[in-house]
Structures are given as structure tokens and as C-alpha cells.
């Protein structure tokens, strides 16, 4: 059975996106069963070009990816999450739904790239990318299916500590 991740930002058009991609990169590349979801409480409804720049130019597909809600992940046919993460903020402040199965909640947040200078967007998505993949990759290597609830929580919380 895969662990299923679910990734969330308001939009769902940059961060919560970037994460999803890289998780799913790394999942594929070290072998691990590991399914990332990226969705907002308020989705956009259209991806940054910037974010799916950012993925491509280090060969992630990125066919598939869409702005989605997070109301997708609670019906009856959702895959059943393990992880939330929360990217941005804002995201994490407001009122989540019920996840059917309880998954493990933890907060990572990053600074918008959106909000960048135009001139400095390609910039900020690419770092914003790197220390995205970086925290996936982390979350990749963990034996997830072996770790209780309390040894998980403890485990991503030090991901975004490190």
C-alpha cells in the first residue's frame, strides 16, 4: 500500500505544486511507495508557468499537475492520506477538513515565490524548488511504513527544524 502525502497551499499553483512534483521525483527515484497530492482551500484553478519551469528545467514532468481543491481529498473515493503538509501560511492558519484516517499533520512553510520582483521570479521559484526537493528527499528516506504516528509527527516535525 502507498503512503499518501497530501500537500497543501491556498492556491495550489506554486509551492504546494513544487512539492508535489519533487516528492514524486524522489519517490520514483529511490524506489520508495510514496503518493504525493497537491490541493488549496482556494485553488486558483491554473498553475504558475514559473513553478512548472522550475520542475521541468531538472527533467520532472510535469503532465498531470493541475490546480485542484483540497475538497477532493475528503470524499468517500479519496485515497486515504497519511501526511499533510501545509506550504504556505495562510494555508496552515485556516480551518482544515476532516482527513478520513487521521494522517499526520506538520507545517512547513516556505516564502511565496509569486511575490517576487518579475525579474526575480525564475530565481525564487528555482530556490523555492530546491528547498522543497530538499525536505522531500528527507521525508523519501524515512522508513514511513515502519514508524508509529507519534515517531512520524516527531520525524517531519525535525524536517522542518533541520
Partial sequence: MST?????????????????????????KLGKNIRAFSAGSSPSG???????TALSKVGIDTNGLRSKSWDEFTGPQAPTMHIVITVCDSAAAEPCPYWPGSPVQVHW??????????????????LTRQAIGYRMLQ????????????????????????
Avoid at 46 to 52: E, F, G, K, Q, T
Avoid at 117 to 123: I, L
Avoid at 139 to 155: F, G, I, N, R
Fill in 139 to 162: 521525508l523519501a528516506l524515512l522508513p514511513v511504513e515502519s514508524l508509529d504516528t507519534a515517531e512520524l509527527q516527531k520525524a517531519l516535525v525535525a524536517i522542518s527544524e533541520d
Fill in 4 to 28: 499518501n502525502v497530501l500537500i497543501l497551499c491556498t492556491h495550489n499553483s506554486a509551492r504546494s505544486v513544487l512539492s508535489e512534483g519533487m516528492l514524486n521525483h524522489w519517490a520514483t
Fill in 46 to 52: 491554473r498553475i504558475n508557468p514559473h513553478a512548472l
Fill in 109 to 126: 512553510g516556505y516564502p511565496d515565490p509569486s511575490n517576487a520582483p518579475e525579474d526575480q521570479k525564475a530565481q525564487a521559484f528555482e
